[in-house]
């Protein structure tokens, strides 16, 4: 029988409790339920072609983060099932939400938990960010050496494509439009120190049909979402419930 753990933090550990992290960085990884992932997709991607590519891109994040030396430990939150079973098989703890309430709302949930866990910081990683490397995760970590916070740009639109925080709640979560300029303001607000630092491999993340046709044209090839993209047609399947990715 599954062993689950009410946190004092919210939510439900779900399998193992995470060791205390003692003065490590944690990896923070919210994630949406597959089937409700990727929607400016939606147009020209059914939900089945959605959901496996928001699966593929989870499994490619997740495998990176818990195959890393200099993180702690993985922290993912969600209620999605197939995530949950990923957890277990990975080694990375699973916290179940009470409700989906929103993306901030999930990463507040880590940075709670990560606090009772004792971390020094958080790194909040979205998951549609499938050619994170491991060497991303060195350059991304270093910022965590004195306190403050480190913020990912993304390519498009303003957003924040990863945050380090140290400590954990140095600064309030604003994912979405316009994120890193209000991460920036809240920095300030909180009066901590800022770094901005652009990755190559995650100033990217997938939302539309040419950042698919982008990370196509990379050389990420041994990438599970490369593969899915790779040797599956890129046409709409509007015909699959979402019931099928689910428990």
């Known amino acids: 029988m599954t062993d689950r753990i009410p946190t004092k933090a919210g939510g439900t550990i779900v399998g193992a409790m995470t060791n205390p992290v003692g003065d490590g960085v944690l990896a923070v990884l919210p994630v949406k339920r597959f089937a409700a992932a990727k929607s400016r997709l939606g147009p020209t991607h059914g939900i089945r072609f959605r959901a496996e590519l928001a699966e593929a891109m989870f499994h490619d994040v997740l495998r990176v983060c818990t195959g890393h030396g200099g993180l702690a430990g993985t922290l993912v939150v969600t209620r999605e099932p197939r995530a949950a079973r990923a957890c277990a098989r990975h080694g990375a703890t699973h916290l179940r939400e ?6 901030n709302e999930a990463v507040e949930l880590g940075i709670r938990h990560a606090l009772l866990a004792g971390a020094r910081g958080v790194l909040v990683l979205p998951t549609d960010l499938p050619a994170l490397r491991s060497d991303d995760l060195d350059a991304m970590l270093a910022g965590c050496r004195v306190p403050g916070v480190s913020l990912g740009p993304a390519d498009c639109d303003g957003g924040t494509n990863w945050l380090l925080a140290c400590p954990p709640d140095a600064i309030r979560p604003r994912f979405g439009p316009d994120s890193l300029s209000l991460h920036v303001h809240e920095a300030v607000k909180a009066g901590v120190a800022t770094r901005i630092v652009r990755l190559e491999g995650v100033a990217r993340d997938i939302d539309t049909d040419d950042d698919l046709a982008w990370f196509l044209a990379s050389s990420a090839r041994s990438t599970e979402t490369w593969r899915f ?11 699959t419930s979402d019931c099928e990715y689910h428990e």
């Open 98 to 103: 009470r409700d989906e309430a929103g993306l």
């Open 229 to 239: 993209l790779a040797n599956g047609p890129l046409a709409d399947d509007t015909t």
